[in-house]
């Protein structure tokens, strides 16, 4: 289960956007580009009422006037079209590179949080937030940004030109505007919380695809494919229906102030037909004013739009700003001891307790202890749930011991820079991760700069460059997703082929032979134990093979060490590694 994670009462204010300056601020030169044109657009705004003014008492009277009334006219408007032109370039772009930064912050922060944060929260979730919450302030900066500061001036700007045209008016006009922000304020609270949820729930049915198209096979093999259906469109229902209440409360807070605003103008404007048909006003200055209105009314009625739209940006910003504010409880030390060179590979365990946050009565491993020597091979057998992949786990770094510590060559692995510890082991995992792309780019994987040549020396010594030489474009052919075009026991080999790659002098095999048949087992088995010559080696292992090889058996129950000793000596005890070989290891 997924650990809910709770918004604090600041970032569910609209001030989390702020969160967004410090992305903006690396464009400078784009903020700034834009915020001239958005002045130069703002200013022909302002400009066409007393252009039209002009046109309106002066167009038509004849002479040279008429036509200078209808060129300021024309000049205003192309003034206009390049400038809104220019402003919908740079504010578009400025919103594509802030959101590009953004999501490569993210995405870096992520991978670099610990194996923990990993396990409390599901990766369909987490790719929502990087995909829906980042593409939702993609809008927010190439669009509503933009909106929301050229309402605002225009706004300011009208009311100023209101009050120079007709200062009686203008007052009259004023009085709508509280009416028009009271209604906008009343309900922004409310719509920020349904924003925030209605994002939560498209999380959820991104989350539940994910993990339903990440196991396929599983559901066709159990022909669920209905049940699945089902269940993302229950989980699309429950997004539509948040939606829904989402865009009922955006659309009665916008309807509301509109109907306001406007309905002052229209009151402000039945005053001034009256002087103009008193003779107080010129034709031309009713015009005037009544264009002033109506691009001030409009500009309110779109900040009313644009300040539901930010309510609903700065909850997908609370969530992206939660994942930023999380730190990583595996972190290399500020004065990272570094590791000897060569190194020995002696592994140490000293009285190690470990709890996984989400069982925290059920020790993983309880005063563990192990000492491995350099060039030793280990095998760790025992029941599922006796605490052997943790070891692993602890040895890599993904987690720190409660209590005790796990040493490399003495040094406690709290003390190094978990990713020069990382270089220096090499891991065959039961479930090889494969990626989608070729099969070269996968073993290479194990070392980024090695060369074509060491790739296939690897692939062959882990008996895969038979099958991979006889795929469609041989090494540049692409595995598909999870190594989806490849048998289980030919993923296993590229997994080993990038172990073999790797060269490390420490080396940990968890079930590294049991997806391979008979046949490969044995060819495989050869590649192993040459890879594991004068190599510190953990192996988790039920087949008899791996174990009769390894120089010493470990066999552990409930986190602890129960008997070790060789295959021999195990089985004279007649304890639990016989039960498990006779169980397990003979046929």
Not at 170 to 181: E, K, M, N, S, T
Request: charged share 20%.
């Amino acid at each position: 289960m997924t650990e809910p994670m709770h918004p604090s009462p600041k970032l569910q204010k609209l001030g989390s956007l702020k969160a967004l300056w410090p992305f903006v601020r690396r464009h400078g030169a784009l903020f700034g580009a834009w915020l001239v044109a958005l002045a130069v657009s703002s200013t022909a705004t302002l400009s066409l009422p007393m252009a039209v003014k002009q046109m309106i008492d002066h167009g038509f009277s004849g002479g040279g006037q008429i036509n200078r009334a209808f060129s300021l006219l024309f000049v205003v408007a192309v003034v206009l079209a390049l400038a809104t032109a220019a402003r919908f370039f740079f504010v578009s772009l400025l919103g594509e590179k802030v959101v590009a930064d953004l999501r490569g912050r993210l995405y870096a922060h992520l991978i670099g949080l610990d194996a923990g944060f990993h396990d409390r929260n599901r990766s369909g979730e987490l790719v929502s937030r990087l995909t829906a919450d980042c593409e939702l302030l993609r809008s927010v900066i190439g669009s509503t940004m933009s909106v929301a500061l050229r309402s605002g001036v225009t706004v300011v700007g009208s009311m100023v030109m209101l009050f120079v045209t007709s200062p009686r008016l203008a007052a009259y006009a004023l009085i709508g505007i509280p009416l028009a922000v009271l209604p906008i304020v009343l309900g922004a609270r409310q719509l920020q919380k349904i924003s925030r949820a209605s994002q939560d729930r498209i999380a959820d049915a991104n989350a539940l695809a994910a993990e339903t198209l990440g196991a396929v096979r599983t559901v066709q093999a159990h022909a669920r494919e209905p049940y699945e259906r089902g269940r993302f469109e229950d989980a699309l229902k429950v997004s539509v229906a948040t939606a829904r209440r989402r865009i009922r409360t955006q659309s009665v807070v916008t309807a509301i102030a509109i109907v306001l605003v406007f309905g002052a103008i229209v009151a402000v404007l039945w005053s001034g037909a009256h002087d103009v048909v008193d003779g107080n006003m010129s034709a031309g200055t009713l015009g005037q004013f009544v264009l002033y209105a109506l691009i001030g009314g409009g500009s309110v009625g779109a900040l009313a739009e644009v300040w539901n739209e930010l309510q609903r940006a700065s909850g997908g910003m609370g969530r992206i700003a939660e994942l930023l504010a999380e730190t990583p409880s595996i972190t290399a030390p500020a004065q990272a001891q570094p590791l000897p060179v060569p190194l020995r590979g002696e592994i140490r365990f000293e009285h190690v307790s470990f709890h996984y946050p989400q069982r925290p009565d059920q020790p993983a491993l309880d005063d563990f202890s192990l000492t491995v020597a350099p060039g030793e091979t280990v095998a760790l057998v025992g029941p599922s749930g006796a605490g052997k992949s943790t070891v692993l786990s602890l040895l890599l770094r993904f987690h720190d011991p409660d209590a005790g510590s796990v040493q490399l060559d003495g040094i406690d692995l709290r003390r190094l820079d978990p990713a020069q510890l990382r270089q220096n082991i090499a891991l065959v995992p039961q479930q090889p991760a494969l990626f989608a792309a070729s099969a070269a780019d996968n073993i290479r994987y194990g070392r980024l700069e090695a060369s074509d040549e060491a790739i296939r020396i690897a692939a062959r010594s882990a008996e895969a460059d038979e099958f991979l030489s006889q795929l469609p474009e041989g090494y540049a052919s692409d595995l598909g997703e999870r190594g989806a075009r490849l048998s289980g026991g030919q993923q296993q080999r590229i997994a080993i082929a990038r172990a073999l790659l790797k060269d490390a002098p420490v080396l940990l095999l968890d079930e590294a032979t049991s997806a391979l048949d008979a046949q490969s087992e044995r060819a495989v088995q050869q590649a192993l134990e040459r890879l594991m010559s004068g190599r510190t080696t953990l192996v988790i292992a039920h087949r008899l093979a791996t174990v009769l090889k390894a120089d010493r058996i470990v066999v552990m129950d409930h986190g602890r060490i129960i008997a070790q000793g060789s295959h021999a000596e195990l089985l004279a005890q007649d304890g639990l590694y016989a039960e498990l070989a006779r169980l397990q290891f003979i046929d």
